[in-house]
C-alpha cells in the first residue's frame, strides 16, 4: 500500500514547527514509521505524524508495485500541493491531492481546475512534489509506481497525532 504522509517537527533553524510531506510503502500506516523517521530532515525529538493517505487507487487507476520503471507516455502518479488565502487568517491555507497525468502539464491542470472548489480568496498552485520538485511519484521505497485501470479501493485518509520521534 503507498502512505502519503504530512510529518510535523523541529527543524534547529526554524522558529516554529515545520511540516513535510513523506512516501512510503508498507502493509499498514505503523510499518512506515522506520522509513519515515529515516526520511525525516529536521530533528528527531518531537517528529510525528498529523496526517496521512492510504492510497489503493486513483482516477481510475489502481496501483501496482514493480521493480521496472514507467515507459514514457505512461500515465503517472502526482502529488500536488495546493496554496491559498482565507480572509482574516493568519497564514496560507493547503490542500493536498494525488492526480493521474501524462505529464508535469497535464497534472498542473488537473490540480488548478481543483481550486475553484475550494473557495479560497486568493488561490496559487504551490508546486508538485516528489523526490525533487515537479516529478511524479514514480519511485517509493525501491519500487516503481505503475497505474493499471480498473477497480480500487480509492484513498483511505486520516488526521491524527502520532509521535514518532
Known amino acids: ?3 502519503v504522509v504530512m510529518l510535523g517537527g523541529r527543524h534547529p533553524r526554524a522558529k516554529i514547527e ?3 510531506v513523506a512516501f512510503a510503502l ?3 500506516l505503523e510499518a512506515t514509521y522506520p522509513q519515515l523517521r529515516e526520511g525525516w530532515f ?3 525529538e518531537g517528529l510525528h505524524l498529523d ?3 492510504a492510497v489503493d487507487g ?4 489502481k496501483l501496482h508495485f514493480t521493480s521496472l520503471a514507467p515507459a514514457p507516455g505512461d500515465p503517472r502518479l502526482y502529488f500536488i500541493n495546493l496554496g491559498g488565502y482565507e480572509t482574516g487568517i493568519f497564514g496560507e491555507a493547503h490542500s493536498y491531492l494525488l492526480v493521474v497525468a501524462r505529464d508535469k502539464a497535464e497534472a498542473k491542470a488537473k490540480g488548478k481546475h481543483r481550486l475553484a472548489a475550494l473557495h479560497w480568496d486568493k488561490p496559487h498552485t504551490d508546486n508538485l512534489h516528489d523526490v525533487d520538485d515537479c516529478i511524479p511519484v514514480d519511485l517509493v521505497s525501491g519500487r516503481y509506481v505503475q497505474l493499471v485501470p480498473g477497480e480500487h479501493r480509492g484513498i483511505r485518509s486520516g488526521n491524527d497525532y502520532v509521535v514518532l520521534g
Open 18 to 20: 515545520v511540516h513535510d
Open 1 to 3: 500500500m503507498l502512505y
Open 26 to 28: 508498507a502493509d499498514s
Open 51 to 53: 496526517s496521512w493517505m
Open 58 to 61: 486513483v482516477d481510475g487507476y
Open 42 to 44: 529536521g530533528s528527531p
